[in-house]
């Protein structure tokens, strides 16, 4: 199958093939093409440029053999393969429109059970998230609604989040477990991301959280709890393969630094690559840890220092931010300027979860990371695309417009700018999201 978009206004996001993350200045500039075209072959880009060099011309003698002026509507539609197999492909107009790739999403929680709509009530009456946990909320309540749903029912209450995000222009998307923080059902949850992996057509990568809180059993002993995880919960995880990644909250009143590191090792052991939530609450050393053992990200960093920037120089751990989170919990913002003026690549996520960030609308996680974190919006931009991609293991393949990578795209209807998505956050603008 083949796809020609024509009429671009803008093609944005433009990187070289081998460019997996932008870093420190890299960030400031989306590279773009002004009235272009992109054509899609067998679910990849395999060609763009300007419209004058759009494939095909006047006498069918193209480059890639299409018929007809692509830049004037010729009359068939561009409907004919001239390349000897006779095969059809359909022509996109994009009217002038804005053709980017699609959000990738690092850190989601959105496979869960229920809603926490009452500790929304808790948070306006001004109590904490630390309170509402330490009272047996929180994550808590989210494991205790999930013990009671079946599988088949967190498969379709998770599928209708998936089909939000996509037609919100998410492609690809990371989920986590640790609702269960029982055996069976964190693998329960993992089964369920498994299969939206197999049934929807966005890229899912699966994230082992069992090391998201003591479950409600294991109260008052949290080193048994972490002997649970690392000897049942990892080895089921991997005997069945049913995560790419294991992550821990290394935070004030969740797991220290030491149990993290017992849990990063015993993973490491079953190929298991680390993910780390760390310093929502406080500066844990979480991010200390993470580096330590190669994480392939290190999320949240709501509250970081000048140390935590020195220890990211040089590693290949991706610094995500969650501002979804502090939006929701009123907290303080994630320092991405400084990170970035340090050298350093950001990343955005959206934290879909029920209890501190029940979206996952990316276009509002970029929208925040200009009016709360003061990025410009080329930064913020490529903080949710291919550092976001990044953040998932995934920027070989999304991400970009590179040729080579899959065609996850939005197609926009026609905006004065870049700078229009976030700065006016509530106006429809998605015209078509293309997940091949």
Same mark, same amino acid.
């Given at each position: 199958?083949?796809?020609?978009?024509?009429?671009?206004?803008?093609?944005?996001?433009?990187?070289?093939?081998?460019?997996?993350?932008?870093?420190?200045?890299?960030?400031?500039?989306?590279?773009?093409?002004?009235?272009?075209?992109?054509?899609?072959?067998?679910?990849?880009?395999?060609?763009?440029?300007?419209?004058?060099?759009?494939?095909?011309?006047?006498?069918?003698?193209?480059?890639?053999?299409?018929?007809?002026?692509?830049?004037?509507?010729?009359? #068939? /539609?561009?409907?004919? %393969?001239?390349?000897?197999?006779? !095969?059809?492909? &359909?022509?996109?107009?994009?009217? +002038? @429109? =804005?053709?980017?790739?699609?959000?990738?999403?690092?850190?989601?929680?959105?496979?869960?059970?229920?809603?926490? #709509? /009452?500790?929304?009530? %808790?948070?306006?009456?001004?109590? !904490?998230?630390? &309170?509402?946990?330490?009272?047996? +909320? @929180? =994550?808590?309540?989210?494991?205790?609604?999930?013990?009671?749903?079946?599988?088949?029912?967190?498969?379709?209450?998770?599928?209708?989040?998936?089909?939000?995000?996509?037609?919100?222009?998410?492609?690809?998307?990371?989920?986590?477990? +640790?609702?269960?923080?029982?055996?069976?059902?964190?693998?329960?949850?993992?089964?369920?991301?498994?299969?939206?992996?197999?049934?929807?057509?966005?890229?899912?990568?699966?994230?082992?959280?069992?090391?998201?809180?003591?479950?409600?059993?294991?109260?008052?002993?949290?080193?048994?709890?972490?002997?649970?995880?690392?000897?049942?919960?990892?080895?089921?995880?991997?005997?069945?393969?049913?995560?790419?990644?294991?992550?821990?909250?290394?935070?004030?009143?969740?797991?220290?630094?030491?149990?993290?590191?017992?849990?990063?090792?015993?993973?490491?052991?079953?190929?298991?690559?680390?993910?780390?939530?760390?310093?929502?609450?406080?500066?844990?050393?979480?991010?200390?840890?993470?580096?330590?053992?190669?994480?392939?990200?290190?999320?949240?960093?709501?509250?970081?220092?000048?140390?935590?920037?020195?220890?990211?120089?040089?590693?290949?751990?991706?610094?995500?931010?969650?501002?979804?989170?502090?939006?929701?919990?009123?907290?303080?913002?994630?320092?991405?300027?400084?990170?970035?003026?340090?050298?350093?690549?950001?990343?955005?996520?959206?934290?879909?979860?029920?209890?501190?960030?029940?979206?996952?609308?990316?276009?509002?996680?970029?929208?925040?990371?200009?009016?709360?974190?003061?990025?410009?919006?080329?930064?913020?931009?490529?903080?949710?695309?291919?550092?976001?991609?990044?953040?998932?293991?995934?920027?070989?393949?999304?991400?970009?417009?590179?040729?080579?990578?899959?065609?996850?795209?939005?197609?926009?209807?026609?905006?004065?700018?870049?700078?229009?998505?976030?700065?006016?956050?509530?106006?429809?603008?998605?015209?078509?999201?293309?997940?091949?």
């Amino acid at each position: 199958m083949k796809t020609l978009i024509k009429n671009i206004g803008t093609l944005a996001g433009i990187l070289p093939a081998g460019v997996l993350r932008l870093e420190g200045e890299q960030m400031n500039d989306v590279a773009s093409i002004s009235n272009a075209y992109l054509l899609i072959e067998d679910g990849l880009i395999s060609a763009f440029g300007t419209m004058e060099e759009c494939p095909g011309d006047s006498h069918g003698d193209g480059p890639y053999g299409y018929p007809g002026d692509c830049s004037k509507g010729h009359p #068939d /539609g561009c409907s004919n %393969d001239t390349t000897g197999d006779n !095969s059809r492909y &359909e022509v996109i107009d994009a009217e +002038g @429109g =804005i053709v980017m790739p699609c959000f990738c999403d690092s850190h989601t929680h959105l496979v869960y059970a229920g809603c926490r #709509d /009452g500790e929304f009530r %808790d948070k306006i009456a001004g109590l !904490s998230y630390e &309170e509402i946990a330490a009272r047996g +909320g @929180g =994550i808590l309540n989210s494991a205790d609604l999930l013990h009671g749903t079946s599988e088949e029912e967190l498969y379709r209450q998770s599928m209708e989040r998936i089909n939000e995000i996509a037609a919100k222009g998410t492609g690809a998307v990371e989920i986590k477990s +640790g609702y269960g923080l029982r055996t069976e059902d964190e693998l329960k949850m993992l089964r369920v991301i498994r299969r939206i992996k197999e049934t929807s057509p966005l890229t899912v990568k699966a994230t082992f959280l069992g090391a998201h809180a003591v479950g409600r059993e294991y109260v008052g002993r949290q080193d048994e709890y972490v002997r649970l995880v690392c000897e049942e919960m990892i080895p089921a995880v991997a005997a069945q393969g049913l995560a790419d990644y294991v992550d821990v909250f290394c935070d004030k009143g969740f797991f220290t630094v030491e149990q993290t590191a017992a849990i990063l090792k015993r993973a490491a052991e079953f190929g298991l690559v680390p993910k780390i939530h760390a310093n929502e609450l406080e500066i844990s050393g979480g991010v200390q840890v993470g580096v330590e053992h190669d994480a392939l990200s290190v999320d949240h960093l709501e509250q970081t220092a000048d140390a935590e920037i020195e220890v990211l120089k040089g590693s290949r751990t991706m610094p995500t931010m969650l501002p979804g989170c502090s939006f929701f919990l009123g907290i303080p913002y994630g320092r991405a300027k400084q990170f970035i003026a340090a050298g350093l690549p950001v990343a955005l996520a959206s934290d879909y979860n029920p209890g501190t960030s029940p979206s996952g609308d990316m276009r509002f996680i970029m929208s925040l990371g200009c009016i709360r974190m003061r990025l410009t919006p080329e930064q913020s931009f490529n903080a949710c695309t291919i550092n976001s991609a990044y953040a998932m293991g995934v920027s070989g393949t999304l991400g970009s417009i590179t040729e080579g990578k899959k065609a996850n795209l939005i197609i926009t209807k026609p905006l004065p700018s870049l700078a229009f998505i976030p700065y006016s956050h509530q106006t429809p603008f998605i015209r078509k999201v293309i997940i091949p």
